[in-house]
Structures are given as structure tokens and as C-alpha cells.
């Protein structure tokens, strides 16, 4: 049988404190003496009391919920991306509620279950939502937007990469090595970031009167970019593939392997995203990626911010992670 623990009124006529400061002592960022923090904190240890965080939520008018709406947790770039967005929210106190909408059929369910939890704020990951359908659904949060859908005078916050440096330090570092022939895979067609990717290089390539020879089409995955990779480079004898991300990065070069091709001698390839798994000593890739937990970092400050506050935009310049895929050590 469960045993019944104390009240906060029986935890604070034992502690010769006021109800209101058994609350404060729960709440990493409130005011008050460490002496008495701690005092609670043992007699709420040794008599097994925990604060209902329902209750609170319903005191302040703050559930502390931070609903997250990504595409998938499987794919590298938004697991490691979340993963250090769930460590900046477990240290400010705040709760992530994840939705994962990659393969759901009815998204707008899915998040009009998560908003009876009553969340006061929803990070927009995934290119898959609209941000006008998380608005209307999550009517009572906060939106935060990170999947660079454009905002076209959304009264909202985001935090936006920007590659364009980056993309042209590529093409001109590539060209002076005498590469002239490129080819972009893209991911879904639905995705802005893509978008978004495939223009700066598109750009920084019509800078030196050169483009794009082929655009072939994924869908982010490692069996996308080795089975588009085997077709194309059938077809094609490209000296340069940008990949929209860095999965498929690693599987064209797998196709190449397959097809006898040398990486980066007759092939150089490069990712977007930096994830861990490009930066093994096996793959090597070239990789565009923002600074680590840049992302994560801008998006737990605004979460931060008043709710009256004004909208908050955030632009992350990204940086280039050079690795042997394009000829380029460590360092180089």
C-alpha cells in the first residue's frame, strides 16, 4: 500500500516556514537563504514529500511544458540537436514534450492531444507542420520557430542558420582545386532548409559562371543517398556532390566505393549538419554545421523571455567542419 506523504502545509508547520516558502525552496531560480533551502530540503527528504507540480502550474499559470515538435528523433541531426536543447530546458526547470510527426497521419491531432497538457511554449522543428497550424493549435503557448518556413510577418520568434559564407568557402576552396562539374541532392521538396541550402551554393556557383549539371532528389536517409547516388553517378561523372545533409553525404560515398570511384580524388562530397557520425575517421566528411549548441542555446534564452516580450529573431552563422571527403586534413 502506497504510504501517504505530507502535506506542504504539514512539510512547512514543520519546518517553521510559510507555505509560500516550501514553494521557493523547490525552485532552483527563486530568493531565499541556502540555510532554509537546505532545512526543507532534508525534512522533505526524510519524511518523502515532493512537490504536486500540477498544483504549482495552476497557482503561477506556468505548466513549465515545452512541447517540441520535430520530424523524427532517428534521424542524427535532431536527436544530437535535441539532445542538447533537453539538457538547456532540464536546467532552467522546464519539461520537454516531444512530438514526433514523421510518419503521422494526423499531425494536427497529434499536437491537439499535447496542447490539453496546457504547455507554455511550442518549438516548431519540423518542416512537416506549418507554423500557422501550430499557432492555432497551441493557442495558449508561446511559438518558437526553428524550421526556417519563411515567416512572411508572423508575429513570432526564430532562430535561423545561415550558410551562405560557408557554402561559398566551399565552392571557391573546391574550383581553385580545379572542380567545375557539381551536382546537389536535395531531400524532401516540402523542406525550406533545403531550400534554403541548395540556393546558397546555387549562388556562390553563378558568382564563378558555373551550376549545378544535375539536382537529383532524396529524402535524407542513408539509403537515399546511396541508391540516388549509384543512379547519378551512372549517369553522370559529377567532381563535386553537395548533399543536403550528411547522411546521404555518407551514402554516396558509399556508392562511389561501389562504382570504383576514389573519394575525394575523383569524387569530392559534402554534408550538411555535422553530425557525430560524419566526423568518424571512416567517413570524413566535409560538413556544414552552426556552432555546437548554438541552436539549443538561442532557443532556451527566448524560451526564457517574458511572454510580453517582443519577438526575438535569431540569425546563426554556420562554420565549415573540413574532413578528407574534399581533400582537406584536419586543420586545413
Not at 532545512?39 to 519524511?47: I, N, T
Not at 541550402?197 to 546555387?202: I, S, T
Request: contains cysteine; hydrophobic residues 40%; aromatic residues 4%.
Amino acid at each position: 500500500m502506497r504510504r501517504k506523504g505530507l502535506t506542504s502545509v504539514e512539510l512547512a508547520k514543520l519546518a517553521g516556514v510559510s507555505s509560500a516558502t516550501i514553494s521557493r525552496a523547490f525552485s532552483a531560480d527563486s530568493r531565499i537563504k541556502p540555510e532554509t533551502r537546505e532545512r526543507v530540503l532534508a525534512l522533505a527528504e526524510e519524511h518523502g514529500f515532493r512537490p504536486n507540480a500540477m498544483a504549482r502550474s495552476l497557482n503561477n499559470r506556468q505548466s513549465r511544458l515545452v512541447a517540441l515538435v520535430v520530424n523524427t528523433v532517428a534521424n542524427p541531426a535532431e536527436g544530437e540537436g535535441l539532445d542538447l536543447l533537453i539538457h538547456r530546458l532540464q536546467e532552467r526547470e522546464r519539461m520537454p514534450l516531444i512530438l514526433c510527426c514523421a510518419d503521422h497521419k494526423d499531425r494536427s491531432q497529434l499536437m491537439r492531444i499535447a496542447s490539453t497538457y496546457q504547455v507554455d511554449h511550442v518549438v516548431l522543428y519540423s518542416d512537416q507542420v506549418s507554423i500557422d497550424d501550430a499557432i492555432r493549435i497551441f493557442r495558449s503557448a508561446t511559438p518558437v520557430v526553428a524550421s526556417s518556413e519563411p515567416l512572411n510577418g508572423r508575429d513570432v520568434s526564430d532562430v535561423r542558420l545561415d550558410s551562405s559564407v560557408a557554402s561559398a568557402q566551399i565552392v571557391e576552396a573546391l574550383v581553385e582545386r580545379g572542380r567545375k562539374h557539381f551536382v546537389y541532392l536535395s531531400g524532401r521538396d516540402s523542406s525550406h532548409v533545403d531550400k534554403q541550402r541548395m540556393a546558397w551554393f546555387a549562388k556562390a556557383l553563378d558568382a564563378r559562371g558555373l551550376g549545378f549539371d544535375v539536382v537529383a532528389h532524396g529524402d535524407y536517409s542513408y539509403e537515399s543517398g546511396y541508391k540516388e547516388g549509384v543512379l547519378m553517378l551512372r549517369r553522370v561523372r559529377p567532381d563535386v556532390v553537395i548533399c543536403a545533409n550528411d547522411l546521404m553525404a555518407i551514402g554516396v560515398k558509399d556508392a562511389a566505393a561501389l562504382l570504383g570511384l576514389r573519394v575525394p580524388e575523383d569524387l569530392a562530397i559534402v554534408g550538411h549538419d555535422g553530425v557525430a557520425l560524419a566526423n568518424w575517421d571512416s567517413h570524413s566528411l566535409t560538413t556544414i554545421m552552426p556552432p555546437r549548441s548554438a541552436v539549443s542555446d538561442a532557443l532556451a534564452e527566448i524560451i526564457e523571455l517574458s511572454p510580453t516580450s517582443d519577438p526575438v529573431r535569431r540569425v546563426i552563422a554556420c562554420e565549415i567542419r573540413w574532413g578528407r571527403s574534399t581533400g582537406h586534413g584536419p586543420g586545413d
